[in-house]
């Protein structure tokens, strides 16, 4: 079914003006839109001050009407207080379009331009170029001679923006709009990660290619993902829905059927048709993380969707369709599954035109203070309840988190789950100093892979983590001698057996004091340590 042919105007208050017989010879650009034998609208959106020109209007409308008679008209009230004014043009315009219900699948969008001022003109351009308007811009143009045939001519045109400079900057603070919201609202600080987030805005905003994330897990991949697809949502490009699958959830005979769907009686247990996660996508996002760990069947069927926007459900002689965005997160390296052939090099071909390494939190530990009070927010939001940090164990948290000792082995993960640990066990909506000593005790204690602490870590506390690892090692072997030993010199004789031989006079007792006391420890402390 062809889709329906929508026009977006303004009243001409000057050039739509006519009255009596005579309004019939004149050119009237709103009603020559019904007059094209080629093209005649099947709904316009007229735009107009009711107050001041409804008048107007109404006999527009019914002039419009009487050449197209099966042509919708919507009148839209709209009020500009100065229809000169860049920033009030545009406010009023993108409000508008912002509530517009548009169905980009089923009809085809137009700006009629050749009515208005040149303000809104240029703000109906910057509204179509940065996607919040669906469509093309209609320029229509009166005849070469009034006595001939009034409806005139169109045609799709382009227009030079740049001398605009304060237009230019509305752009550019929609960029930065857009940003945000990739990035949820966080102000990041991590350059590399912003320089990377500006370059997905625009292939976002100008794509539907398909997009590979690359990065650790809980790096945020499916996070980013989702933002995309808002973000695209947003701007009327993509009216389905969001589909998620992680692959490596997908195993044997049902891995096609969930991706590809089934016919009744496909298989047993098939007790009815499926449409599966490729249809469900239509119009939509798809999003498949840990596409690595997809079989080289599926591969190659998922090759041939994209490709084709066609492929058969598993059971089925009948192709189907189905149009979607693909985005693919991993945490693999495809190029070196591709050398072990577990992964289709054609299909790495086809997802690499836009791939994007996500760094994990380790690597982004300047973006950890803005992410802390997000994921804080998050909780406080979504629990009904207000919770904070005071300022002594908000400083102790932040300087755990984002010294080098803190691994964040799950990344974005790990923060939100040790934020929500934190703020669970809080007492009247405060984060106190012991609560944030037993949570980093807790990560610790997760990140060494549940090992109980070592006995240099019950000797020394929070003071272990500012040794060198060269320090450390040593450290550690002369306190399990000394716990194994049965006097100080005797510590002292195992510990510098070889260097012990070259001296005439030995002391090792005496050197093993000093040497512990450099860390503030004595035999007394040492003695009792596990070994």
Known sequence: MAKRQVVFGMLGTQLDTGSGPKRWEKWRPTVALGMHEDFVPDRVELLLDER????????????????????EVHRHDVYMADPWEFEGVYACLHDLLAAYPFAPDEEDYYIHITT?????QICWFLLTESRHFPGRLLQTSPPRKQDSDQAGTYALIDLD?????RIAQRFAQQQLHDRDLLKSGIATR??????????IEIV?????APMLLTG???????????????????KHQLPGRFVEVNCATLRGDGAMSTLFGHTKGAYTGAASDRAGLLRSAHQGLLFLDEIGELGLDEQAMLLRALEDKRFLPVGSDREVESDFQLIAGTNRDLQEAVRAGRFREDLLARLNLWTYQLPGLAQRREDIEPNLAFELERFSREQHQQVRFNAEARARYLAFATGADAAWAGNFRDLGASVMRLATLANAGRIQTEGVEEEITRLRHQWSGGVAPSALDALLGDGVHELDRFDRVQLEDVVRVCAQAKSLSAAGRTLFAVSRTQRASTNDADRLRKYLARFGLDWEQVRGAPG
Do not use: W
């Not at 208005?116 to 809104?120: E, I, M, N, P």
């Not at 976002?204 to 539907?208: F, H, I």
């Open 161 to 165: 923006l740049s001398r605009y400079d």
């Open 52 to 71: 001041r020109f409804g008048k107007l209007a109404t006999q527009v409308c019914e002039d419009l009407v009487q050449m197209a008679p099966d042509l």
């Open 216 to 234: 650790p897990t809980g790096a945020g991949k499916s996070h980013l993902a989702r933002r995309v697809f808002d973000l695209k949502k947003l």
């Open 116 to 120: 208005g001022t040149h303000v809104s």
């Open 204 to 208: 976002a905003t100008r794509s539907r």
């Open 190 to 199: 991590n350059a590399a990660f912003n320089r990377m987030i500006e370059q």
